[in-house]
């Protein structure tokens, strides 16, 4: 079989599972992180759609019609692996939400360093939260479903089967409403117990009028806040790594309306 005549049913194929997996990396965490160089983006994208490109149905050029048709279908590929991207980077999104609410409670909503996840400036509550996750992530073997639901979606929803008129947007924003359900539980512990110390203080405030209680609750805040983050850290863990081990139900109700549509 001559060089060209690889290319002729081969290439189209790997330049539409090249557009579904650079849409992937440039979405998913923790491939999408701003840390990781573009370089290694654009050769994990190609080294994955290498990888995919014998598990699908030769596609001949003749399939495009031109070459509108390739860009267009292109685009769709595109953006079939940026949602399947953009659903585990909610989750991402909503376990950074529950730092920041955790460092507003506490008293850290000012101070600010650089997330080397996401090279933004954060909290440190919000920092810490953001390393855990990916190593959560890691740990329960997230980047796994994140490859498998990949795999998947050329076997459900393979390369010009995709049309344009289902509810996967209505679908990706209740992961988006999830994505603040998740912060809110995150954030729940730290919120409570700063609900309670301030609850405390102010009956001091009335009980011993001479106690200088705004000076003292600075501290006395900070102090609790951490402690009780500390104390709900394994809590927290078990809560993330359960939103991760839902991802394979999240692709796979992605992938059964990609099918029919975005």
């Known amino acids: 079989m001559s060089l060209e005549t690889i290319l002729g049913r081969h290439l189209p194929t790997f330049l ?13 965490p923790p491939f999408a992180a701003q840390a990781v160089p573009r370089q290694v983006k654009v050769g994990l994208a190609a080294l994955l759609a290498l990888i995919l490109t014998p598990l699908l149905p030769p596609i001949g050029a003749a399939a495009f019609g031109s070459a509108l048709g390739l860009a267009a279908t292109l685009v769709g590929e595109l953006a079939v692996g940026a949602v399947l991207g953009m659903a585990v980077q909610f989750t991402f999104a909503g376990i950074g939400m529950a730092g920041e609410l955790s460092s507003i409670q506490i008293g850290l ?3 600010a360093a650089l ?6 400036q954060v909290t440190a509550v919000n920092n810490l939260l953001d390393q855990i996750a990916v190593l ?6 997230g980047h796994h479903h994140l490859l498998l639901g990949l795999h998947q979606s050329m076997t459900l929803a393979p390369p010009l089967t995709v049309s344009f008129d289902g509810g996967a947007l209505e679908y990706l924003m209740g992961l988006f409403a ?3 359900l998740l912060a809110v539980r995150l954030a729940a512990p730290v919120g409570a117990a700063m609900l309670v110390t301030m609850a405390a203080l102010g ?16 501290a006395l ?3 609790i806040g951490f402690l009780v983050l500390l104390a709900a850290l394994p809590l927290m863990v078990s809560v993330i ?22």
Do not use: T
């Open 16 to 28: 539409l599972a090249l557009a579904r997996c650079g849409g992937l990396v440039a979405f998913a």
């Open 109 to 111: 909503g000012m101070p």
């Open 115 to 120: 997330d080397p996840h996401a090279q933004i």
């Open 136 to 141: 959560v992530f890691l740990a329960v073997g």
């Open 178 to 180: 999830a994505a603040f």
């Open 203 to 218: 009956l001091l405030n009335r009980a011993a009028p001479q106690v200088n209680v705004f000076m003292m609750s600075f």
């Open 221 to 223: 805040i900070l102090g």
């Open 241 to 262: 790594a359960g939103s991760y081990r839902e991802l394979p139900g999240v692709f796979a109700g992605l992938l059964a309306r990609v099918h029919h549509g975005l």
